[in-house]
C-alpha cells in the first residue's frame, strides 16, 4: 500500500539535524547524511497528547553531533510486517542516500501472534521481513543496523529482570551474522540495564502515571537511558566515530525532551 503525498510530507518533517557519522574530509566534503529509524512506539516520535510518553529516537540527537540528519520513521504500533505493508519501507527507501544509515528495531508488535496483519514468526516471517530493509538499504548504497528490540520493564518473585522478546533477538542476531550487518543489542543491554536499575527505581524510566502503569514505552529519563545505550553501541560497533558522538556520560536534563503538536 503507497502512502498518500501528504502522509509522505509528514514522515520527511520527522527528519532533524544530527551529527555526521563521517570518517573523514572525503566524506564530509559530500554533505550531512541521515539516519534513518524504523521501528514502533518504543522508538517514534511523540506529541503533545501523548506527555510525557517519550521515543527513544526522540533523546538521540542529544548524544550526536550536528551534521548528521536523524529522520525518525518509528511508528506506534508497527511490526517488521506492517511497517512494511503500509508502504513506509518504500517512502524510506525513496529518500535514502548512498552513504545514509538504517537502523532498524523490531518485535514488540510482530509478536503479536493474534494480528495477522502485525504478526511474524521468528524464525521464518520475521528474518524475511527484516531482510527487505537490509537488502533495500544495501541496493541504494546506504549502511544497514539492526537493533534487537529494547526490553519491557518485567522482573520476576525475586527481583530479577526478566525477558519479554521470545525468540525475536535470537532470529535477529542470527540474520545479523548471516547478513553480514552491523547489529546493536539492544535488548540485551537494556535488560541489563533494569536489572541495574532494580524493581521500584526502574518505574522513573517508564510511562508510568496516574492514569496507567506502563511497562512498554518510555518517559524522558528512560528514552534519554536507551537512546544513550544505542549512540554508545553505535560508536562500539564503529558505526559512528569517536568525533561522531557527545554526551555519552553526561547527564541529559529532561527539560530538553519536547513534545511538538501533532500534524493537522
Do not use: C
Amino acid at each position: 500500500m503507497s502512502l498518500t503525498r501528504r502522509q509522505v510530507s509528514v514522515a520527511a518533517a520527522a527528519a532533524v539535524p544530527l551529527a555526521f557519522a563521517g570518517t573523514g574530509t572525503a566524506q564530509a566534503s559530500r554533505g550531512p547524511r541521515t539516519l534513518y529509524i524504523a521501528g514502533d512506539s518504543t522508538a517514534a516520535q511523540k506529541y503533545a497528547d501523548a506527555a510525557p510518553e517519550t521515543g527513544w529516537g526522540m533523546a538521540l540527537p542529544f548524544f550526536l553531533r550536528n551534521s548528521l540528519l536523524v529522520s525518525n520513521h518509528a511508528v506506534n504500533g508497527r511490526s517488521s510486517k506492517s511497517f512494511v505493508d503500509e508502504g513506509r519501507l518504500d517512502v524510506v527507501l525513496q529518500a535514502i542516500r548512498p552513504g545514509d544509515f538504517l537502523l532498524i528495531q523490531f518485535a514488540h508488535n510482530d509478536e503479536k501472534a493474534t494480528d495477522p496483519t502485525r504478526y511474524t514468526e521468528p524464525w521464518t516471517t520475521y528474518q524475511d521481513y527484516l531482510r527487505l530493509y537490509v537488502d533495500g538499504a544495501r541496493e541504494r548504497g546506504a549502511r544497514p543496523v539492526l537493533a534487537t528490540a529494547v526490553e519491557r520493564r518485567r522482573f520476576d518473585a525475586d527481583g530479577n529482570s526478566v525477558p519479554t522478546h521470545g525468540d525475536y533477538p535470537a532470529a535477529m542476531r542470527a540474520l545479523a551474522q548471516e547478513k553480514r550487518v552491523t547489529l546493536l543489542d539492544i535488548q540485551a543491554l537494556s535488560l541489563a540495564l533494569w536489572q541495574r536499575i532494580g524493581v521500584e527505581e526502574t518505574k522513573k524510566y517508564f510511562n508510568w502515571t496516574a492514569a496507567e502503569q506502563d511497562n512498554t514505552h518510555f518517559n524522558p529519563p528512560g528514552a534519554i537511558a536507551v537512546a544513550r545505550l544505542v549512540a554508545q553501541e553505535l560508536l562500539h560497533t564503529r558505526v559512528l566515530g569517536p568525533q561522531d558522538v557527545r554526551r555519552l556520560d553526561e547527564e541529559i536534563p529532561e527539560s530538553w525532551i519536547t513534545w511538538p503538536q501533532a500534524a493537522a
